[in-house]
């Protein structure tokens, strides 16, 4: 299944799907019609105020702890996974990448500075037979200050998956690599790694969408598309976790 199947499942799409077969189904049956027309909109309210989908992030974002090396010394690669970029000859390589994108790199680089003998890791392919994901990022990590002979690149992957089997192949499925990524998308890297048990797995979480503190405040807490747009997230994470996880089942 192409990933960009999986963003039909949405609650938008639920939303009006569930509202569809409401008005075909039971137009003529008042009481179950208004019956699964409150439900919807209960659900409605639960998905688009913020607190039961900050509380269900916050539990999809800590399932994956932050875990590096304790040695620093150790030789180590620092797999930066890629989350999109536009080609735009106009901007330099850190602003073609996306937000996404960025913040994972900029964690990798500040690692970089924590583990000397440490080797970055980019990776992410051209859909068009451009230049890469993956040598935008190398060239976005140079300007930032990383030496390019401490850099490699995997220019083939489209996914997740093929990002890992990638590593693998022209890196090494016995060597030490900290995984950075988003705090939501790292439990599906860690279920793809337990395909290589002689792999030393290390991860770093970014990209937090929940962040708490003394500074922080919701407010009065109206309805709203960020709401609901966390919620499509965690839903086609999950969905992406279940391919792969069937994909690994059956390579077994």
């Known amino acids: 299944m192409k990933d960009w199947l999986l963003t039909i499942f949405t609650i938008h799409n639920l939303f009006l799907l569930s509202g569809a077969f409401l008005i075909y189904k039971y137009s003529r049956t008042r009481k179950i019609y208004w019956g699964l027309t409150l439900a919807i909109g209960v659900l409605w309210l639960a998905t688009s105020t913020y607190y039961l989908p ?66 970055l890791v980019t990776s992410g392919h051209s859909r068009y037979g451009l230049k890469s994901q993956a040598e935008v990022a190398r060239d976005a990590a140079i300007s930032l200050g990383v030496p390019s002979s401490k ?60 962040k708490e503190g003394q500074n922080g405040s919701v407010g009065v807490d109206f309805p709203s598309v960020n709401s609901i747009e966390m919620v499509n997230e965690i839903i086609k994470e999950r969905l992406k976790f279940a391919k792969d996880k069937t994909k690994v089942y059956f390579l077994k």
């Open 151 to 210: 850099i490699k690149v995997l220019t083939t992957p489209d996914n997740t998956f093929t990002e890992i089997q990638s590593f693998t192949q022209k890196i090494g499925n016995d060597v030490s690599v900290i995984a950075v990524s988003d705090a939501l998308h790292l439990p599906r890297i860690h279920l793809l790694y337990n395909q290589y048990p002689h792999l030393k797995t290390y991860y770093a979480p970014t990209n937090y969408q929940i």
């Open 54 to 119: 900050a509380k269900w992030m916050k539990y999809e974002e800590n399932r994956q702890k932050r875990i590096l090396p304790a040695n620093n010394k150790q030789q180590v690669y620092i797999h930066v996974f890629g989350a999109g970029y536009i080609l735009d000859k106009r901007l330099n390589p850190s602003q073609q990448l996306s937000p996404t994108s960025l913040t994972r790199l900029v964690e990798a680089v500040r690692l970089m500075k924590s583990y000397p003998n440490a080797v």
